[in-house]
């Protein structure tokens, strides 16, 4: 795999220092587990880094929108957590206590209970866990467990909960298990082919009848354990109503809801926790990644009335990390004294709204999604039509002979779907038909503006007929094509950008910059990854299919073909200036 040329020209000094790049790449593939993921995707043997920006051992410049799988949520190498790690160093104070009472435990459990959702705050206690995000997901089900005296867990499809024994029962992959898997919402591969409001509401009800129904198989449970935004699912936002619907199905059957933060918390998704934007207090929160400012920590905070645990119910040898507390803490206070979880809220629309714009370009991208910077794109085959060609015709046969389907088209407009028998004939002009959810015909007494009074059941039928095959072209999603965001993962490294692929199927292209990525970089990210795209494009045998026709699509090609071959040196430099600008 190609990377970025080296900023440092052709030298002798350059030459050196990329054989010694290779070195250590093919010593790693030699030594390491086959387990290895990143490092295959990503063949670049970081030396230095700083804020978005990652510069590798051979001198090449990343702009990092990984961030450690979301650890990062202020760079790399943030001031503040650099000096609140060495004012701790410096100090002379323990570095490892186990759960020892210290300084510096006590000032990291003050600003964290100081920024949880207030329904929690006021009677937490915290347990400080293994140093993964995915041992914390274990003690939150032991708690449950000891508290209810169950032992079933409620887990969601497509979840991701960590890789121990327990946590991979309750991520989506697993079999065999002794969690009971529901439906989790999500509009562009709704499991009950609808998506939107009506498809969550089909959600809530089939957990409801899980619950209630005695001969459903799934005994009453010791919790339910739920991502706020699925992220290795691919980057999924679970809409606020459903929320509120699961803390209400819960707290109305004495199930303790245990809300999975470990990815979404600290700001990424635009509220200093995820739970947040739908009002909702869970009973267990399970918190790591950037909790710990970049060092190993991890924590579950939980409601006190659900502390039945003994003594050494749950322990782990490096859960007194005071370095991690030190970095947490500064972490933690500056996402919250900068309100960089409004910045994030900002941006991350700004963001979203700009790759919608490069989806209407490319059937290879088929929906653009995420909440704050957590941000997914979703890259499909080109070649599948989205919406099944005889269910088209069935459903625009209940217009009525002579009806015309109004749909959104792929601008955001409306564009006419004729169907057999529409052309101007006596007493009906050409262009009478159905808007989405009515029937409009040439006789229908309209309003002032235009739009039409009477409403008949034709009208009601031939307007259920459009709303439906609009549900339908909106839910019959093109297959995922994991090849595709795999090539598109490649043109961005090229590039100078790292990104990371998560998804079902490994084709959702994940973008997870830090909290503090500026305007100019954010820009920069998104150049990059549109430039990824043509590139790929234009080099896939279905070239034709891939894009639609679009005023500026010629220029955006010229860009990218001018990024393949331009001086990378002056990328680099470019980022450098970007990363001293955020």
């Not at 999500?186 to 998506?195: N, S, T």
């Not at 085959?381 to 269910?391: I, K, Q």
Request: hydrophobic fraction near 40%; charged fraction near 25%; aromatic fraction near 4%.
């Amino acid at each position: 795999m190609a990377v970025t040329e080296s900023v440092r020209g052709d030298t002798s000094e350059s030459a050196g220092t990329g054989a010694a790049h290779e070195g250590i790449l093919r010593r790693q593939s030699a030594r390491e587990s086959a387990a290895r993921t990143y490092a295959r995707a990503l063949p670049i043997v970081p030396v230095r880094a700083r804020g978005l920006t990652i510069e590798g051992a051979d001198g090449s410049r990343y702009l990092d929108c990984l961030s450690g799988a979301g650890t990062l949520a202020l760079g790399h190498n943030h001031p503040v957590v650099l000096e609140a790690i060495r004012k701790v160093l410096d100090s002379g104070a323990p570095l490892h206590v186990l759960d020892l009472a210290t300084p510096v435990k006590d000032a990291f459990i003050t600003e964290l209970f100081r920024t949880l959702p207030p329904g929690l705050a006021d009677n937490a206690r915290v347990q400080f866990c293994g140093p993964a995000g995915t041992d914390a997901v274990e003690a939150a089900f032991k708690l449950v467990r000891a508290a209810t005296g169950r032992s079933g867990i409620l887990a969601f499809s497509g979840a991701y909960h960590g890789m121990t024994a327990g946590a991979l029962e309750a991520s989506g992959g697993a079999y065999d298990v002794r969690v009971a898997r529901l439906p989790y919402p999500q509009d562009y591969r709704c499991p009950f082919g609808v998506g939107g409001e009506q498809g969550a509401e089909l959600a809530a009800r089939w957990t409801e009848t899980v619950l209630d129904d005695p001969k459903s198989g799934v005994r009453h449970p010791a919790g339910m354990i739920l991502e706020p935004v699925q992220g290795e699912g691919g980057v999924i936002p679970a809409p606020d109503e459903w929320m509120r619907r699961m803390r209400q199905i819960t707290a109305d059957r004495s199930i303790p809801l245990i809300a999975d933060e470990v990815q979404t918390g600290v700001g990424r998704t635009g509220s200093f926790w995820a739970v947040e934007h739908s009002g909702v207090t869970p009973d267990v929160m399970v918190l790591s990644k950037a909790i710990g400012g970049s060092l190993p920590l991890a924590v579950i905070v939980y409601r006190d009335d659900l502390d039945a645990w003994q003594p050494g119910a749950h322990a782990g040898t490096f859960r007194g990390n005071q370095l991690a507390m030190a970095a947490g803490m500064a972490t933690l206070a500056y996402v919250r004294e900068n309100r960089l979880a409004e910045r994030a809220a900002d941006l991350g629309t700004r963001m979203l709204n700009q790759l919608r714009g490069l989806a209407a370009e490319f059937d290879c991208i088929g929906d653009v999604r995420g909440r704050g910077l957590m941000i997914g794109v979703e890259v499909v085959e080109p070649e599948a039509e989205p919406l099944r060609e005889r269910e088209r015709e069935r459903l625009a046969g209940l217009a009525g002979e002579g009806g015309v389907l109004a749909g959104p088209d792929w601008r955001g407009g409306v564009s006419d779907l004729a169907v057999p028998g529409d052309s101007a004939g006596p007493g009906r002009p050409r262009g009478a038909g159905v808007e989405v959810g009515r029937l409009v015909g040439p006789d229908s007494a309209r309003t002032p503006g235009g739009r039409p009074t009477g409403v008949t059941p034709a009208d009601r039928a031939a307007g259920a007929a459009a709303a439906a095959m609009q549900s339908s072209r909106d839910h019959h999603p093109r297959p995922a094509a994991p090849e595709l965001a795999v090539a598109i993962q490649r043109e961005c490294l090229r590039r100078g950008l790292i990104v990371e692929l998560g998804g079902r199927h490994s084709s959702v292209v994940r973008l997870l910059p830090p909290l503090t990525i500026s305007d100019e970089q954010a820009t920069a990210v998104l150049d990059r990854l549109a430039d990824a795209v043509v590139a790929v494009s234009r080099n896939h045998p279905g070239h034709d299919r891939l894009q639609r026709p679009q005023p500026g699509q010629q220029r955006r090609a010229d860009r990218a073909q001018s990024t393949d071959r331009a001086d990378h040196a002056g990328r680099g430099d470019c980022a450098d200036r970007a990363d001293e600008a955020g």
